[in-house]
């Protein structure tokens, strides 16, 4: 019989408990507890030794403290278990919201190009053939007709480029931007350069079309009397850097 020892065993089990249960929620402050779990069942057994020199007691009460240190510690373990499954199912969540953006821009891509593009890849074609065959008095009108329609296609790939992929090599964007360019303005010499800093790094597709909006609208603007001889870009890590060069400067 263990004299004088149930009361004191069942008050240290309950705190032991109480620790276990209601214990802090982040790892560190988990694996500190569990240690003076371990350290106060230490001290609450070499106590009841020396109260009451009883040997089942001290082994019942190490027991007691080997198992309630053993079970907060895999509760902490349990608690980290968790935490790591609730930082994996967010990482999947947003993979999985990105792939479905991806798949999202490719199908608005493929509808443009597969509807819009066809249907104004026809109309230009058939103002080509009135052009060709002359227009008579509707001459001008049928040519304006046909800069628009070049226009808007060259707007459509460009949209359709940027949808397909949301970010592109940097030697990718410096290609587009020049292409686009030497396409809308034959006449006009295209110089580029990737910089150091963007050799490894993945461009936004927007940057592109924003650098070639942006030369567009300087054209437009051209101071009077100045024509423009070349264009120079360069591509950096943060966006790129288009200029155009006027004659006599």
Known sequence: MLSGAPVSHALVWGVHLAILWAGPRRLGHRLRTSVGVGVASAA?????????????????????????????????????????????????????????????????????????????????????????????????????????????????????????????PASEVLDFVRARIADAHPQLAVEGAVSADAIEVELSSELGLAAVRDVEATLRGAPPGKSPERVELTVHARGVDASVVWRGE
């Open 44 to 168: 609450i057994t070499v106590a009841l030794w020396r109260a009451e020199q009883d040997l089942r007691s001290m082994l019942f009460a190490a027991s007691l403290g080997i198992a309630a240190t053993w079970s907060h510690h895999t509760h902490a373990m349990t608690y980290r278990t968790l935490e790591l499954l609730e930082d994996e199912r967010a990482e999947l969540r947003t993979a999985l919201d990105r792939i479905a953006l991806v798949e999202e821009r490719a199908r608005i891509a493929r509808e443009l190009h597969d509807g819009l593009g066809a249907r104004l890849t026809a109309l230009y074609w058939r103002v080509q053939r009135l052009t060709r065959s002359g227009a008579g008095a509707l001459g001008p009108r049928v040519a304006e007709i046909a800069a628009r329609t070049s226009h808007a296609l060259g707007e459509l790939r460009a949209t359709a480029w940027v949808l397909r992929a949301a970010t592109r």
